[in-house]
Nanobody, 124 residues
Framework: QVQLGDSGGGSVQTGGSLRLSCAAS????????MGWFRQAPGKERQFVAA????????IYADSVKGRFTISRDNSKNMVYLQMNSLKPEDTAVYYC?????????????????WGQGTQVTVSS
C-alpha cells in the first residue's frame, strides 16, 4: 500500500509554468507505475501523464504533449509534473496516482491509490 500527498498547485496566467510534486510513503514506491490525472468542474477525471517504474517510459494525453513533463525520483519517493505553456483549459484539480498494474496505460482503472488533489488555475 502507498499513501500519496500532492502539492504545488496555484494560480498562474496563460503561458506560465507550475511544477506539481507528489510525495509517496512506503518502501515499495519503485514498484508502482505513477500517474497524474485532472478533473475540471462538472467534468470527469481525465488522464494527463504516466511514468513507468524505472522512469524510462512515459505517456501523455494529446492535450498536454510537448508542454507537460512527468518525472520521478525513486530515491526520494517523489513524482513530478512540470507544466509549461499553461492554458485556461488546463484549469483543474490535479491528482497524483499510483498503480501496481503490469502495463503503462492511460486509464483510471489502472491506478489504485490517489492523492488528495491540488488546484491549478490558469487565467487568461
Amino acid at each position: 500500500q502507498v499513501q500519496l500527498g500532492d502539492s504545488g498547485g496555484g494560480s498562474v496566467q496563460t503561458g506560465g509554468s507550475l511544477r506539481l510534486s507528489c510525495a509517496a510513503s512506503g518502501r515499495t514506491f519503485s514498484s508502482y507505475i505513477m500517474g497524474w490525472f485532472r478533473q475540471a468542474p462538472g467534468k470527469e477525471r481525465q488522464f494527463v501523464a504516466a511514468i513507468s517504474r524505472n522512469g524510462r517510459a512515459t505517456i501523455y494525453a494529446d492535450s498536454v504533449k510537448g508542454r507537460f513533463t512527468i518525472s520521478r525520483d525513486n530515491s526520494k519517493n517523489m513524482v513530478y509534473l512540470q507544466m509549461n505553456s499553461l492554458k485556461p483549459e488546463d484549469t483543474a484539480v490535479y491528482y497524483c496516482a499510483a498503480g501496481a498494474g503490469r502495463y503503462l496505460l492511460p486509464t483510471r482503472a489502472e491506478f489504485e491509490y490517489w492523492g488528495q488533489g491540488t488546484q491549478v488555475t490558469v487565467s487568461s
